[in-house]
């Protein structure tokens, strides 16, 4: 007689956990991928014996106990590869870095310890949930069963038994959730995809694991396992949203559509481009939605906000109807309100989250941006709608005028001196091609790229400028060349920024990861400086020099090397000291199969950038009342440019 076939298998808490993520796919556009399709991690006492354990049973290199975990990897799948990190934070950035390489439809996880390895995570889902960035955490937890307490690294508060220092993840979290049985993950594990994988809840996964659950056994269902996809989907408009949105595009004169990150989520770019070609209406671009079109399209304008463009920022004050597709209007893309300033503006809003679709009092087309365009496209083609001439030829012509002085910035007739800011970013432009990627994220770089860098393909132009985090570069540099291994991949960073995190230097030198990363030296954050002299701080506290006799830092520059400090974490590292040495270093890295880093002194911090300045105010609030005089004339620049702030009704 036939025995009976089990319907369950048993396994740790944590084996289940990775063994039901390697069984996980995403599908768009009839596209199947794995959905976590690795699993970063550093170990300790909270995550060893339980996560750490379980990822030996199921990684790609076995375990060599010589036969398989119970109930066998997964049919048709490679088991869950690891990623050995140095810093908790610099983990998640990775990972971030990857999803939104792959357009946030594969993801990778993080495991960490608990205390100040579960803490570390705080910022990096931060910036993930700001960016709608899709990213899984499962840091380790203090014990759920309390056999001690309290336990090493546990937070103890009085007036809560059941609170850990995990808790600080739930605000920064889209889904936040701690397994304290057994049977409370096949739940909360399914509830965590449903949200990585929908295209308005996405940002940071967190399921918190105490470390006694983690090793706990239990008979799991089959039917746990089993292949599961999960649908992107790709919403389409209402209908009577579509034909006020035609209506409202045809009745406009001056019209703009300011693309926004959702454009590149949702793959995009070419519906935009065919509403561009159509109708000839402008395209300004966000920090996250640069790139929407190429900077050669007629169309293109440039970035758009504070560190937009002149062309772009010109075109947002006059406009009478402003058409987001993807964005959120943030204060840098509305110049805290001062930037859409003609007499009665509208604005109509295509994004796929209810949330956005509402903002400055918008008429929503809630729906994916691609879906929507075309839609758009094709209702607006069958009535031959196009932008008046007269608006075409004023748009293109201050194009024009602004490529003469990019151009202009990016000259250096002297090739034998220290290059400014921009001339990096020119030499840079010369050597790079469509399949190169960019990543940057804070200091005076994201304004200067923003005006300045003519993308030349979608997924060019990386800068994260939501949390507009230092220390993101490096690490998403490593997260992006894994999701595009044959592209050549730009982490360009600050003295500033480097000194955050170059941590992951080492993990890029043991994997072989091929990233070129540029130091930008200026002896201290540059950008801050010059915004610090803006607003009455007379650039306080922003260098990086030794005291002077009177305590304030602007004595002699620190005597810091940081390409001797990459180059003793592994990196290759050449040095350029001019112009013409830039150049030559910049086309050897490009050129090179290993982790490269190109340093550069560039001018010093009163000099740090040398980009046309900025083409629109942003709100810093400077002191009310003050004794110096720089502050005061602050203050009245200030008032001045609060007064043209409106709010849109």
Known sequence: MTEPTSTTTRLTVAQALVRFLTAQYSERDGVRRRLVDATWGIFGHGNVAGIGQALLEYGTVSSGSGGAPPGGAPSGTSGMPFLQGRNEQSMVHAAVGYARQCNRLSVQAVTTSIGPGATNLVTGAALATVNRLPVLLLPGDVFATRPADPVLQQLEVPYAGDVSVNDCLRPVSRYFDRITRPEALIPAALQAMRVLTDPVETGAVTLALPQDVQTEAFDWPEEFFAERVWAVRRPAADPAELAAAVRAVREARRPLVVAGGGVHHSEAEDALKKFADLTRIPVASTQAGKGSLNWDHPADVG??????????????RTADLVIGVGTRYTDFTTASGTLFAAQGVRFLNVNIASFDGHKLSGQPLVADARTALEALTEALASRGHRAEPAYVTEYTDDKERWEYRVDATYEAEDLDIRPTQPQVLGLLDEIVTGDDILINAAGSLPGDLHKLWRTRSRDQYHVEYGYSCMGYEIPAAIGVRLAAPDRPVWALVGDGTYLM??????????????IKVV?????????IGGLSETVGGERFATAYRHRSEDGAYTGRPLPVD????????????????????????LAEARAADTPTCVYVETETADRVSGAPPAQAWWDVPVAETATRSSAVKARELYERHVSTRRRHL
Request: charged residues 15%; contains cysteine; aromatic residues 2%.
């Open 303 to 316: 970035g758009i906000g504070h560190t937009g463009t002149a062309t772009a920022c010109e075109l947002a």
């Open 501 to 514: 995190m170059p941590t992951e230097i080492v993990t890029a030198v043991q994997e072989g990861i091929a």
């Open 519 to 527: 130091i930008l030296q200026n002896h201290g954050y540059a950008s």
């Open 562 to 585: 940081l390409a001797a400090n990459a180059a003793s974490l592994g990196m290759r590292v050449l040095r350029a000291k001019t112009v013409r040495d830039l150049r030559a270093a």
